[in-house]
């Protein structure tokens, strides 16, 4: 049973940190491509940040390039986002998703919430 799951989300204030983690079971983690992504209500799905299965290709948006950091340990399979000067537009809640390759469906975990708030 393939399972992703999400932690570390919460309340925090501008230019703030938060580390969501997200452990992964039920599948072949070093295989996967990890990402994780985000969601307010009424918008899409937006791609935040992404590594390839072995580490060697990271993507980010835009929108979080040099503010948040992913890192993934195939040895716990687990990947984390470090996120650093959190701003408002940042919140959102946040999913895991383990994919055979870039920009596709795969698997998501059930997804965590940042609210970045004074």
């Known amino acids: 049973q393939v399972q992703l799951v999400e932690s570390g989300g919460g309340l925090v204030q501008p230019w703030g940190s938060l580390r969501l983690t997200c452990v992964a079971s039920?599948?072949?983690?070093?295989?996967?491509?990890m990402s994780w992504y985000r969601q307010v209500p009424g918008k899409e799905r937006e791609f935040v940040a992404g590594?390839?299965?072995?580490?060697?290709?990271?993507k980010y948006a835009d929108s979080v390039k040099d503010r948040f950091t992913i890192l993934r340990y195939n040895a716990k399979s687990t990947v984390y986002l470090q996120m650093d000067r959190l701003i408002l537009d940042d919140t959102a809640v946040y999913y895991c998703?383990?994919?055979?390759?870039?920009?596709?469906?795969?698997?998501w975990g059930r997804g965590t919430q940042v609210t970045v708030s004074s």
């Open positions: 039920g599948f072949r983690f070093s295989g996967f491509v």
């Open positions: 998703n383990a994919a055979t390759v870039f920009d596709s469906d795969g698997y």
């Open positions: 590594v390839g299965a072995s580490g060697d290709v990271i």
